[in-house]
């Protein structure tokens, strides 16, 4: 595969060496299993129902894609994360979008760039990690597995803004939870299409466990999901499909350098 363009400027740079690294694409049986097809619908985790990330143990089904009877749609990924804590997780967060070099280690072959619409948040040092990347607009352009570079405005938002318990955050139960609306950018061809996303983190033995899930056709506002498709229209499920795939890449890669990274760059911000 290509890789994303580089500057000779990027070359300078301390963390460039990850760029250079063979990308992890995650495990070909998990790459097997999205041809599998969609899921029965009542294994689905609906919106209205996200606390339930909270249970112990694992739901239904925490790997697949459904196409819902409301014309919306799911995907849903697990990954785990060795040595890898809530508090790396949250940093990643904070401190990748602030240049796009950081962002094309992630995937360094998809991901072709990211702009802060406020980086003055992601360097305000009075701020903890978590805080930084709260309420942050993160403009990004990737191939997130259409074979286009498409153009994501990725709107991140607090636990408790986003209806979730934030009580049980840094318990037994979640070490990180990182939520957003997303729009992905149409064109001619394709309607903007409106996202939910949510990495849910806990902890588990040798690290921690991150369990994703993206509700197309949705987005929440002042805590509550809202429907924001035409209720004649059904989500392709050739996109959920794509995107499931390029999930399991992007996180797979980072699960792998996350701990070195941040052993590495953690106090790097310039």
Sequence with gaps: MKKVPVTNSDKEKSYFKYYLKKINEGPIEKHAKVSDGILDNSTALRIHDRNDLFNEGYLSEE?????LEDGTALIANKTF?????????????????ID????????????????????SKAL???????????????????????GNVDLLKISFKRPSEFGYDESKVDTALCNALICANV?????????????????????????????????F???????????SI???????????????????KEFSNLAEILPLVYKEEKDNWI
């Design 81 to 97: 994360f060795p040595n890898v804590t809530g508090e790396m997780f949250d940093w990643w967060f904070a401190w990748h979008p």
């Design 63 to 67: 790997f697949g894609q459904w196409q």
């Design 230 to 248: 035409p209720d004649d229209l059904q989500i392709p499920i050739a996109g959920p499909e794509a995107l499931l795939k390029h999930n399991i």
């Design 100 to 119: 796009r070099l950081r962002y094309a280690i992630w995937d360094n072959e998809d991901h072709y760039d990211v702009n802060l619409e406020d980086p």
């Design 124 to 146: 305000d040092f009075s701020l903890s990690m978590r805080e930084r990347h709260w309420g942050s607009i993160h403009y990004i352009w990737e191939d997130i597995g259409t």
């Design 217 to 227: 056709g949705w987005q929440i506002i002042d805590g509550h999901p809202v429907k």
């Design 183 to 215: 729009l992905v950018y149409g064109n001619d061809k394709m309607p903007d299409v409106p996202v939910v996303m949510t990495h849910f983190l806990r902890p588990v033995k040798g690290g921690s466990e991150l369990r994703s899930r993206f509700w």
